[in-house]
């Protein structure tokens, strides 16, 4: 199986910028579908993007499209996630995913995952 490993969160103002990471190792992520879930405390797992094997397709909820960028880099085996122009109900645990069906944005349909990087953004 492929072990993801999420980094680059921390705490940063209103307005600003992080961009997160997820390095993964056992196998290539050019086998899977790569996304990025979000969950805030008392609140459920939300989707945030995914991104197609090779990076040609991309999907964002609309709650983060425009400020989020997803991408990867194959022969890194990472994919990242910058993230500009931050408000404070960004303020969350960010996981990586990784699945294979193209597009998904539900949970389960990402088979493995990493442990999350809080990201808190102040007003």
């Known amino acids: 199986q492929v072990q993801l490993v999420e980094s680059g969160g921390g705490l940063v103002q209103a307005g600003g910028s992080l961009r997160l990471s997820c390095a993964a190792s056992g196998r290539t992520i050019s086998s899977y579908v790569m996304g990025w879930f979000r969950q805030a405390p008392g609140k459920e797992r939300e989707f945030v993007a995914t991104i197609s094997w090779h990076g040609g397709n991309t999907y964002y909820a609309d709650s983060v499209k425009g400020r989020l960028t997803i991408s990867r880099d194959n022969a890194k085996n990472t994919v990242y996630l910058q993230m500009n122009s931050l408000k404070p109900e960004d303020t969350a645990v960010y996981y990586c995913?990784?699945?294979?069906?193209?597009?998904?944005?539900?949970?389960?349909?990402?088979?493995?995952w990493g442990q999350g990087t809080q990201v808190t953004v102040s007003s």
């Open positions: 995913a990784a699945g294979g069906l193209p597009g998904a944005t539900i949970s389960t349909f990402y088979a493995y």
